[in-house]
């Protein structure tokens, strides 16, 4: 199992359990708690969940490729976008201590994608 593919299955599992799951099926006024978003319509948190999900269907295919030795560079791309993406929103709009930790989580994760990304554009350009 490669590095890129360990990052992969814990970001899968973590968002699964932490985001997916709860935006999908916990009631919405458990969310606006939560959140600090209030509606009258649960509609915003339940395609949130639904957009979460799609993501990691997408990462999971990441999986697929990683392991057959081919770089999923698309994967990796849309990882880089959504967790540091994430991450300017949190740190622009945040103030809260734990939602900059979980920016910080986001900046984490896209740093080691921009790093697993590098790294391969790289050792292309060295062989090509």
Known sequence: MTALTLL???????????????????PHHKLEKLSGFE???????????????SLLLGYGSGIISAEQGIFPTGIVVMG??????????IFLYETTFLNRVLGGIFLSIGLVLSAAFVKQ????????
């Open 80 to 89: 880089i976008l959504s967790n540091c993406g994430a991450a300017f929103v």
């Open 8 to 26: 992969i299955i814990i970001k899968i599992v973590v968002t699964i359990i932490a985001v997916s799951i709860p935006f999908l099926f916990v």
């Open 39 to 53: 509606t009258n319509n649960p509609l915003i948190f339940r395609l949130y969940g639904i957009a979460i999900t």
């Open 121 to 128: 554009v790289w050792w292309i350009t060295t062989v090509i």
